[in-house]
C-alpha cells in the first residue's frame, strides 16, 4: 500500500533535493546486488587510487554555501570514499543501504535513506537550530545547528553527513525514501536521479516507486 507522505524544500535557490520514494519493498535479488557492488567498487578504488576525485567538488561547494567547512563536517560521500582508499574498507549493512551507499561512492553526492513509517507527518528539509539534534547511527549524540537537516513533528532525523537511528532503515523497512542533495550548479543531477531510480528498480522488488525534486 502507498503511504501518503508530503516533503518541502524550504531551501530553494541554495540546495537542490532529489526524492527516490520505494513503496512496498518486499525482495532483493541479493547475490546479484553483492556481486554488481564488490565489482564496481573495485572498479572505482582503482580508477581513483589516491587523489580525491574532482566531483567531489559539488557536494563541497554545496556545504561552503552554508558556511559549513567540509574538511571538517565531511559529506558523507567523501567520507565513503576516504574509508574506501585509506581503509580498503566498504561497509557492509543491508541490501538497501548497500546499494544507496555505493551510488553516493560512484556519483560523489551525499544521499540520505529514511523508513518511511518512522517519519511522522510531512517532512521539511531546513536549517538546523540549536534543538535539531539527534543520536547518529553507530554514533553518539549529534547537533545540527546551521547545518542542513530534514525534519519532521519530531524533530530532525537526517543531515547529509549522518542520519539519524530513529529513522534508518534495515531488513524489514517497506516504505522507504531516498534523499539526493544536490548544489543547483550540478549539471548532472537529472541524470543521476534517473539512473539511482533504475538501478533500484533492477535489483528490488517493489509495488511502486517515482523519483521527482524538490
Known sequence: MTMPFSIQNLLPGKLNAGINLFHG???CQADLLEEFIS???AAIRTIHNRSLPSGFTCSRQLYKSFRIDPTKHRPSSEALWRRLRDKNDFPAVNPLVD???FLSLKFQICFGLY???RVHGPAVITLGNENDQYQGIRK???NFNGKI???DAQGAF???SADSLRASV???SREVMQVLFFHPDDSLQKAILAETLAVFRQFFTMTESRSFFI
Do not use: F, H, I, Y
Request: charged share 15%; hydrophobic share 30%.
Open 39 to 41: 565489482s564496481q567498487v
Open 158 to 160: 537526517g543531515n547529509p
Open 140 to 142: 553518539e549524540s549529534l
Open 170 to 172: 534495515n531488513t524489514s
Open 115 to 117: 523508513d518511511l513509517e
Open 25 to 27: 519493498v518486499s525482495g
Open 149 to 151: 537537516v530534514l525534519r
Open 99 to 101: 546499494l544507496t551507499n
